[in-house]
């Protein structure tokens, strides 16, 4: 529930709130990588890189598809 209301976010717009959905998400479920990923892209529309390449590389590394989040790097 917590990685969908982070997408409605997205959505609208609102990163920073998305970002504190998406991080709840992974609190709650740490193999998550959608929600992994969608925080990496929030943090990387606010400019915030390194926190973005850390998202991406946690979503790379519990996942089974990694594709989309090393294609991010």
């Given amino acids: 529930m917590l990685a969908v209301l982070g ?3 997205t959505e609208a717009e609102r990163c920073p709130k998305a ?3 998406f ?3 992974v609190e709650a479920d740490p193999a998550m ?3 992994w990923h969608n925080l990496g892209m929030c943090y990387d529309t ?3 890189g390194d ?3 850390a ?3 946690k979503a790379v590394s519990v996942g ?3 594709a989309e989040s090393l294609y991010s790097l």
């Fill in 7 to 9: 997408v409605l976010h």
């Fill in 33 to 35: 990588v959608d929600a």
């Fill in 64 to 66: 089974t598809d990694p």
């Fill in 46 to 48: 606010m400019g915030q």
């Fill in 51 to 53: 926190r973005a390449v």
């Fill in 23 to 25: 991080q709840k998400a």
């Fill in 19 to 21: 970002v504190k959905a």
């Fill in 55 to 57: 998202a991406y590389e």
